[in-house]
């Protein structure tokens, strides 16, 4: 009887374990962009922050769920994938929002086709999708991105509907989703150094992520998740390293980053 009850025990035990590391990994990616989310809109300040990271992401995790039609994972990661993609379309909004409004100046620009009242006369009415490629991911309005994304969606969707029994196919597309994950860090990674400068970035969300995502690599070999998941999550981690290590050179070898000043200076008098 005794023996019976330990093992009642321990099944409960474990399966509590195991309801936890799954709410951890469900809910456990988007808390690092919590204190982001939290600076930017006390600063009205989004420059800290690269909305490529939103542009990952999203790719990221739309992948991987079309890779759950062709290879079963555990549901707990499906849910992470779609609290994930909400969660940088709430990103996606503030940051737009933000960057418009301080800078009204700028001229708007968009996905499916310009704003009549911002063009030139001149200048021939642009088409759906004859946009400028320069300014892929820079637009002006957040329906602009969920336009984008939802057209991303649709074409996916519509090849691995197509080609979903070529095994081939569905394990590259489980290596794209993860391996588009794994690159996270590098918008974040190149923005930093551009600007010689983390200023601006929540190291608390780059301490998360390397904490997120160590936990979430071993969760996968734990729970025995296919080898594109557990590679490129050690991938991840190597990336989220190398951030807080410019966080720690950037700190205690400051550079004075490139001017643009004179530049921005002399275009305005140019023109």
Not at 2 to 14: G, K
Request: with cysteine; net charge neutral; charged share 15%.
């Amino acid at each position: 009887m005794d023996d019976e009850l330990l093992v009642q025990t321990v099944s409960v035990f474990q399966e509590l374990v195991s309801w936890i590391a799954g709410g951890f990994m469900v809910f456990g990616g988007v808390l690092p962009y919590i204190p982001q989310y939290r600076d930017i809109r006390r600063t009205q300040n989004a420059e800290g922050f690269s909305s490529y990271v939103c542009l990952v992401l999203l790719v990221a995790n739309i992948l991987r769920i079309l890779f759950r039609f062709g290879r079963y994972f555990d549901t707990f990661l499906l849910w992470q994938s779609i609290i994930m993609i909400i969660t940088m379309l709430i990103m996606l909004n503030l940051c737009t929002s933000v960057r418009m409004a301080t800078e009204l100046n700028t001229k708007r620009r968009s996905f499916l086709a310009t704003d009549s009242k911002d063009e030139d006369v001149r200048i021939p009415k642009r088409h759906f999708l004859d946009f400028d490629w320069n300014y892929f991911w820079l637009w002006s309005r957040f329906q602009d991105y969920v336009q984008c994304v939802l057209t991303f969606t649709t074409v996916a969707a519509y090849l691995t509907y197509v080609l979903l029994d070529s095994v081939l196919f569905v394990e590259t597309l489980g290596f794209l989703a993860v391996f588009s994950e794994a690159m996270l860090g590098t918008p974040q990674l190149y923005c930093n150094y551009q600007n010689k400068s983390t200023e601006g970035m929540s190291i608390i969300m780059v301490l998360m992520w390397t904490s997120g995502d160590t936990f979430k690599t071993v969760y996968f070999l734990i729970t025995q998740a296919p080898v594109q998941f557990w590679t490129c999550g050690l991938l991840q981690v190597v990336v989220d390293i190398t951030i807080l290590f410019q966080v720690y050179y950037y700190s205690r070898y400051p550079q004075k980053p490139i001017s643009h000043t004179v530049s921005h200076t002399t275009s305005a008098k140019a023109l």
